[in-house]
C-alpha cells in the first residue's frame, strides 16, 4: 500500500507539471482517490519490572548514570529537557520539577519543543527525591575536591571525565544528546531493555500511568504534548480497557428501566 501511494503522489506531480506545460488540460490523478496510509505498527512499551531490573543494575555501580536514567524514567521528560535542568530548576523540598528549557543538537540551551512543554512536573518526596538529593550531595563533594562549588545554574546531569579529573567539576557544562542516546545502547545491551531506547524511559512512564488508569489528559499534560490526540494517538493500547464497565453500566440503566415498568 506504500507504494502505491508513492506512485499516486509521482503520476500527480508529473501530470501537474504536464498541464502547467499546457501540454494537456486536466490532471487525470485529481479523480484517483489517495489510497490510504499503512496503519502504524502498535508500539511496545517496556515493563516495570524491566526498567527497574535495568535501573537497579547502576544504583552501586554509577550513581550518575543511574540518577539519569531514574529521573528519565519517572517524569517522562525528553531528553532535551533533562540534560538542560539546572539545580534552579529542581525544588527537592516540594518535590517539583520546572520544565522550560531544552538542550538543542548544537549543544545551546533553547526554548521547549512547545508551548506545553513549559511545565511543573511533581515527583514523590520519598521515592524520587532522595536520588536527586544524594546526587546533590556527591557532586558538591566533588566539587570541594577541586576547590570549585556547585550552584543553581550548575547542570544536574554533567559529565565528570574528559582530560581530567577535575574536568568540568561545577557542572557548568552539560552532557551531549548523542552520547547519551549511545551510552544508553550500550549500557542496555545483554540486558531487560535490550532493543530499547533513552527515549523509551519518557514511553514507559506515559504508559505505566495509563495502564494505572491515569487519566488521558494529565499524562498528556505531564508530557508536555501539544495536544492530547498525540497522546492518545500513542498510548491508547496501553490503557485498561473500560468494556466491561461499560456493559454493566448499559445493563444496569436497562434493568433499572425494566424494574421501574413492571
Aim: glycine share 6%; hydrophobic share 35%.
Amino acid at each position: 500500500r506504500d507504494m502505491t501511494r508513492r506512485v499516486h503522489k509521482v503520476l500527480h506531480q508529473a501530470f501537474a507539471f504536464a498541464v502547467k506545460d499546457e501540454l494537456i488540460d486536466n490532471n487525470p490523478m485529481s479523480s484517483v482517490k489517495k489510497p490510504p496510509a499503512e496503519a502504524k505498527p502498535r508500539k511496545e512499551f517496556a515493563e516495570v519490572g524491566d526498567v527497574l531490573a535495568f535501573l537497579n543494575g547502576f544504583k552501586y555501580r554509577d550513581h550518575r548514570w543511574h540518577t539519569l536514567l531514574w529521573t528519565a524514567y519517572r517524569t517522562g521528560a525528553r531528553r532535551g529537557e533533562l540534560l538542560a535542568l539546572q539545580w534552579d530548576d529542581i525544588d527537592l523540598e516540594h518535590g517539583e520539577i520546572r520544565i522550560g528549557k531544552q538542550l538543542g543538537k548544537d549543544g545551546s540551551i533553547q526554548p521547549p519543543k512547545t508551548g506545553k512543554a513549559n511545565r511543573t512536573i511533581t515527583i514523590d518526596l520519598d521515592l524520587d527525591v532522595p536520588v536527586l538529593r544524594k546526587h546533590m550531595q556527591r557532586k558538591r563533594g566533588r566539587a570541594d575536591r577541586y576547590r570549585t562549588s556547585i550552584d543553581g545554574s550548575s547542570f544536574v546531569f554533567a559529565p565528570e571525565t574528559k582530560d581530567s579529573k577535575q574536568y568540568n567539576s561545577n557542572c557548568k557544562q552539560p552532557y551531549s544528546k548523542n552520547n547519551i542516546s549511545k551510552q544508553f545502547v550500550r549500557s542496555a545491551k545483554g540486558t531487560t531493555m535490550e532493543g530499547f531506547t533513552f527515549h523509551d524511559l519518557r514511553h514507559a512512564h506515559a504508559s505505566h500511568l495509563l495502564a494505572d488508569g491515569a487519566s488521558i489528559a494529565g499524562v498528556s499534560a505531564r508530557l508536555g504534548h501539544a495536544k492530547v490526540s498525540v497522546t492518545l494517538d500513542t498510548y491508547a493500547h496501553s490503557m485498561p480497557s473500560d468494556d466491561p464497565k461499560l456493559a454493566k453500566a448499559g445493563a444496569d440503566r436497562i434493568r433499572e428501566a425494566l424494574a421501574a415498568q413492571d
